[in-house]
């Protein structure tokens, strides 16, 4: 696991989730009015994807980062995050995700 390979107690290991529904990136774990509503009708902060010009990395602008401190707390926040997401049924299923989810773990 990812806390194994922490060094010491001063490192912290933090997490962010994000949804792209259609074209828009979405904070799962932040509340905004400028976002758009998820499965429970929770409001999802819409954010920008930028590219670090001296690196050349690609981050996501603004994220809601959070401090885990182990397997459970990261399970949490992954239910927080999904009860956010937007989901909508098909023919198939009735709650059909109609997004991808990125976790960020660092």
Wanted: hydrophobic residues 40%; negative net charge.
């Amino acid at each position: 696991p990812v806390w194994e390979a922490v060094p010491t107690q001063q490192d912290t290991v933090r997490a962010n989730l994000v949804e792209l529904y259609k074209n828009d990136v979405l904070d799962l774990l932040a509340s905004s009015k400028g976002g758009g509503a998820g499965a429970n009708g929770a409001i999802a902060s819409r954010l920008d994807v930028r590219r670090d010009a001296r690196t050349g990395e690609s981050f996501v602008d603004n994220v809601c980062d959070r401090e885990v401190a182990g397997a459970e707390e990261l399970l949490r926040l992954l239910e927080e995050g999904a009860d956010h997401r937007h989901v909508a049924s098909t023919l198939l299923n009735a709650d059909s995700s109609r997004s991808h989810l990125f976790l960020t773990i660092s």
